[in-house]
């Protein structure tokens, strides 16, 4: 019998908002198959209901992850054959965001937080004046440049325990985007970014536990840029008290 | 059963710090206790310190001792991790020279006792 006439058991999650149950759908198993192809194969041909989110199944959009056997994971570039437990695969909801129905999760919170870390760009300088030179080998820009491949998938929010035991804390992209501002020559103020980064529910909150940077499906490393954050505010504390 | 999200170095490293240090904050209180016998009941410590000779309370110290350097250890690898800007390799060489440094000085110390 060849791979491609075997059956995958599939549990699905299926309810709206925080009331649900797995549902299990047999799926024919391909040889080459991402997850994202399951979901897409079970709305198509077994229950046309199924609410799901995707958009550009190449790994750029961030919007299709997914818990794939109780893990994160950006469904599109998941391979079936990489995650299975033989033919089982339970697909749930992204953890720590409120769901709407079924796979899809409301990521407002998620994007809020983005906003209060400071996420969004504060220019010094404005589209009138020339543009300001930056150094590709300068060290803030290095430390900058490590982060900007974020495509805001939630996939570090959803593996993150802190953020499961505090509602308040910004978690881990928001702020990796801090410390990419931070780093970043052409903002306006560096020390403002920080504060933000460091009010209540911010860097500070972070208990190491690393499973942002484990499951970053773009190999970024939030985990770091978190620790810098910390180290940045020891160094801000001490040089206000010695002022 | 650790769920699979949790499945990872790093998680557990900060499960094994957690853990460790629960474990002497519930022992330390003890400790300060059969300490302060020395100044107040000299012949109950005289007592405990039989009691203490016993193989079982051996090896429950062994436990404590491993306690205190998984929580010693955890509590470098956490300064380490936080406050010096290295890359995981750089971090991991450190890490197996502090190991191999603890193992030969152990060794040394197990043969002098």
């Not at chain 1, 994971?73 to 990489?82: A, K």
């Not at chain 1, 929010?157 to 990419?180: E, H, K, S």
């Not at chain 2, 998984?70 to 470098?76: K, Q």
Request: with cysteine.
């Amino acid at each position: 019998m060849s791979k491609s006439e075997k059956t995958l058991h599939v549990s699905v999650w299926r309810g709206e908002g925080p009331q649900g149950r797995f549902e299990t759908f047999r799926v024919p198993r391909q040889d080459n198959q991402t997850v994202l192809d399951v979901v897409s194969w079970i709305q198509q041909n077994t229950d046309p209901s199924l609410s799901y989110r995707y958009a550009c199944r190449v790994g750029m959009c961030g919007s299709c992850a997914m818990m794939v056997n109780g893990q994160p994971r950006w469904t599109c570039r998941t391979h079936v054959s990489r995650v299975a437990d033989g033919d089982r695969l339970q697909i749930g909801p992204l953890r720590n965001l409120p769901v709407i129905k079924d796979l899809a999760v409301d990521m407002d919170p998620f994007f809020e937080k983005w906003i209060k870390a400071g996420g969004a760009h504060r220019p010094s300088r404005s589209r009138t004046e020339p543009i300001m030179p930056v150094s590709p080998q300068e060290p803030g820009r290095v430390e900058a440049n490590k982060a900007i491949e974020c495509i805001n998938c939630a996939v570090c929010y959803a593996a993150c325990d802190t953020v499961a035991g505090n509602p308040d804390y910004l978690g881990p992209a928001a702020l990796q985007r801090a410390w990419t501002l931070y780093n970043d020559v052409k903002i306006d103020d560096r020390q403002a970014a920080l504060d933000r980064a460091t009010a209540a529910g911010g860097c500070q909150n972070c208990h190491s536990q690393g499973s942002c940077t484990r499951f970053c499906p773009n190999e970024l490393d939030p985990l770091s840029a978190i620790a810098g954050l910390k180290r940045a505010a020891a160094a801000s504390y001490f040089k206000r008290r010695s002022e | 059963m650790i769920r699979p999200h949790r499945k990872h170095p790093l998680w557990l490293a900060y499960a094994a710090h957690r853990v460790s240090g629960l474990g002497l904050a519930l022992f330390l209180p003890a400790h300060f206790h059969v300490l302060s016998l020395a100044i107040t009941r000299p012949k109950d410590l005289d007592t405990f310190l039989s009691f203490a000779e016993a193989p079982l309370v051996k090896l429950a110290e062994f436990g404590l001792v491993f306690l205190l350097a998984i929580h010693f250890f955890g509590g470098l690898r956490l300064l380490a991790l936080e406050f010096l800007p290295w890359s995981g390799c750089q971090k991991n060489l450190a890490a197996a020279t502090v190991a191999g440094a603890f193992l030969v000085s152990g060794l040394f110390f197990l043969r002098a006792i």
